[in-house]
């Protein structure tokens, strides 16, 4: 699908320059330093990724599209990682899901052939501890909708959850799934009024914005949709409150970047993502190197993106190309 664009674009024909095809050295050099922050489409080069390896200290991954499809593996991935915990090459998957504690993802993970150490994996639940104590919200009442690790995310990051029906702090919307949806959102809904109408506003957070998710046939809502519902019904019933809205933490939110960071010294980053809305304008806003793989299943115009969601580099696999 992007071939298709790039070839409409004539990056990929014989009159393309040969140094913008290979995203080789001397496209870099070329464009790199001008190219940051008014990058046009006729400058995305490609780069493979033994060059990614070669050129960054350290490489993120979003999950889904680059690493796995569930129930499946992308191809070239299980190698990949395997390569990189053969180098000893530091790593990072930064998922905006947040159904699952990392334990839990490595496990699955592990079941795709992906030898992922739990500590290597970000999910925008984890991000919740930094919010929390930012915030001062340790031991505050905490309604979750979402899974019982979303729950697990909102004590280790100090809350106390309670049930849905109960009075609450703060409300947390940690996954699409897991409660039941219509009974848990019409009593939270209902507490959010009553507690509004008494001049008593709670914090809310969702700490995966993602709208909608892929799944192997089809997609469906996610998260950020559940708290947009509750945001609409607040802007209705409360037109002066701009403030009644939920805080983001995942991708394209710098919180999870903010994260990787205080990990690791680098800056030198290259982001490996299949969604611009997300992974690419994640990493163009905090300045390290965003690359969009070709994996992800999706259809992707690069001549439709807005100028933050363009790409420094396409990569067409994980595939090691090159070693046979
Ligand atoms: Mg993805």
Same mark, same amino acid.
């Given at each position: 699908?992007?071939?298709?664009?790039?070839?409409?674009?004539?990056?990929?024909?014989?009159?393309?320059?040969? +140094?913008?095809?290979?995203?080789?050295?001397? *496209?870099? %050099?070329?464009?790199?330093?001008?190219?940051?922050?008014?990058?046009?489409?006729? /400058?995305?080069?490609?780069?493979?990724?033994?060059?990614?390896?070669?050129?960054?200290? *350290?490489?993120?991954?979003?999950?889904?599209?680059?690493?796995? &499809?569930?129930?499946?593996?992308?191809?070239? %991935?299980?190698? *990949?990682?395997?390569?990189?915990?053969?180098?000893?090459?530091?790593?990072?998957?930064?998922? +905006?899901?947040?159904? /699952?504690?990392?334990?839990?993802?490595?496990?699955?993970?592990?079941?795709?052939?992906?030898?992922?150490?739990?500590?290597?994996?970000?999910?925008?639940?984890?991000?919740?501890?930094?919010?929390?104590?930012?915030?001062?919200? /340790?031991?505050?009442?905490?309604?979750?909708?979402?899974?019982?690790?979303? !729950?697990?995310?909102?004590?280790?990051?100090?809350?106390?959850?309670?049930?849905?029906?109960?009075?609450?702090?703060?409300?947390?919307?940690?996954? /699409?799934?897991?409660?039941?949806?219509?009974? !848990?959102?019409? #009593?939270?809904?209902?507490?959010?009024? &009553?507690?509004?109408?008494? +001049?008593?506003?709670?914090?809310?957070?969702?700490?995966?914005?993602?709208?909608?998710?892929?799944?192997?046939?089809?997609?469906?809502?996610? #998260?950020?949709?559940?708290?947009?519902?509750?945001?609409? !019904?607040? %802007?209705?019933?409360?037109?002066?409150?701009?403030?009644?809205?939920?805080?983001?933490?995942?991708?394209?939110?710098? *919180?999870?970047?903010?994260?990787?960071?205080?990990?690791?010294? @680098?800056?030198?980053?290259?982001?490996?993502?299949?969604?611009? $809305? @997300?992974?690419?304008?994640? !990493?163009? +806003?905090?300045?390290?190197? $965003?690359?969009?793989?070709?994996?992800?299943?999706?259809?992707?115009?690069?001549?439709?993106?807005?100028?933050?969601?363009?790409?420094?580099?396409?990569?067409?696999?994980?595939?090691?190309?090159? $070693?046979?």
């Amino acid at each position: 699908m992007l071939q298709r664009s790039l070839e409409t674009l004539g990056l990929t024909s014989p009159r393309a320059p040969t +140094n913008v095809i290979a995203g080789n050295a001397i *496209a870099r %050099a070329a464009l790199k330093p001008s190219t940051r922050g008014k990058r046009t489409l006729d /400058q995305v080069p490609y780069i493979t990724f033994p060059q990614l390896l070669d050129q960054f200290d *350290a490489i993120l991954f979003d999950s889904d599209g680059v690493l796995v &499809r569930w129930p499946a593996a992308i191809p070239h %991935a299980p190698e *990949a990682i395997a390569e990189l915990n053969a180098l000893g090459k530091p790593y990072f998957v930064l998922t +905006n899901d947040a159904s /699952q504690v990392a334990e839990t993802r490595a496990a699955r993970y592990a079941q795709l052939g992906l030898a992922i150490d739990p500590d290597k994996i970000i999910s925008s639940g984890m991000l919740l501890k930094t919010w929390f104590e930012d915030h001062g919200l /340790q031991g505050s009442r905490c309604v979750v909708l979402g899974t019982e690790d979303s !729950a697990k995310y909102v004590r280790d990051a100090g809350g106390t959850v309670v049930p849905f029906h109960e009075d609450f702090d703060v409300l947390v919307v940690g996954d /699409q799934d897991g409660f039941p949806f219509l009974d !848990a959102t019409r #009593s939270v809904l209902t507490t959010l009024f &009553r507690k509004l109408d008494r +001049n008593d506003t709670p914090r809310m957070v969702v700490p995966n914005p993602d709208l909608f998710y892929p799944e192997q046939d089809g997609f469906g809502f996610a #998260s950020g949709s559940v708290a947009g519902m509750f945001e609409s !019904a607040l %802007a209705l019933r409360y037109p002066h409150r701009p403030d009644l809205t939920f805080a983001r933490l995942g991708k394209p939110h710098p *919180a999870m970047f903010e994260e990787i960071f205080r990990r690791t010294p @680098t800056r030198n980053l290259a982001m490996i993502g299949d969604t611009p $809305s @997300t992974d690419i304008r994640g !990493a163009n +806003n905090v300045g390290i190197t $965003s690359v969009l793989v070709e994996t992800g299943g999706g259809s992707v115009d690069l001549g439709s993106l807005p100028e933050g969601d363009v790409p420094d580099y396409v990569l067409e696999s994980l595939e090691d190309i090159g $070693s046979g």
